[in-house]
């Protein structure tokens, strides 16, 4: 296995949970956080580090398995939509939780999960249970969207 490919699919998953949380943690501490009203969808708060840390490690493993399948120009440009993904990921959470921008938060949500199909198909090509192992990231972000947008409906005029 190629450098490359262990040091991408691994780096590249650990970066966005690293800056991801340190906007996530003192963020859901804030008066501004505690304070919107949450739809019924809402998850507990101790759900998300247990299902982040699944997902981040499938996504690392999902990520191996595809680029050692890829041509090297397959991987390259897998490794390119790998990043874009993450730094919507980590992106996300500096937009929601200190930027307390819910609109744009939205936009950036609906990015996240249709680069996260668009990373499932693209592993999937290469590897069937790659892309079928990337399908719960991006189920869940595309619930971060809805939940995004229920949150900002609960909250506009605030």
Same mark, same amino acid.
């Given at each position: ?22 906007a996530t943690s ?27 840390? $699944? ?6 493993? @999902?990520?191996?398995? =595809?680029? *050692?399948?890829?041509?090297? &120009?397959? %991987?390259? !440009? ?20 200190? $930027? ?6 939205? @936009?950036?949500?609906? =990015?996240? *999960?249709?680069?996260?199909? &668009?990373? %499932?198909? !693209? ?36």
């Amino acid at each position: 296995m190629k450098s490359r490919t262990l040091a991408s699919s691994i780096a590249a998953p650990v970066a966005a949970a690293v800056l991801g949380s340190v906007a996530t943690s003192t963020g859901m501490k804030s008066l501004w956080y505690r304070t919107l009203r949450k739809p019924s969808i809402q998850p507990p708060g101790p759900v998300f580090p247990v299902v982040w840390t $699944g997902l981040y490690a499938s996504t690392a493993w @999902a990520s191996v398995d =595809a680029q *050692a399948r890829m041509t090297p &120009d397959e %991987a390259s !440009t897998y490794r390119r939509k790998l990043a874009l993904n993450m730094a919507l990921n980590a992106g996300w959470c500096w937009s929601f939780f200190r $930027g307390h921008q819910l609109v744009p938060s939205i @936009a950036v949500a609906g =990015a996240l *999960a249709a680069s996260s199909a &668009d990373l %499932a198909r !693209t592993a999937g090509g290469a590897s069937k249970r790659a892309g079928w192992a990337l399908v719960p990231y991006t189920a869940w972000n595309t619930f971060a969207t809805v939940l995004t947008t229920a949150i900002w409906r609960k909250n506009r005029g605030r």
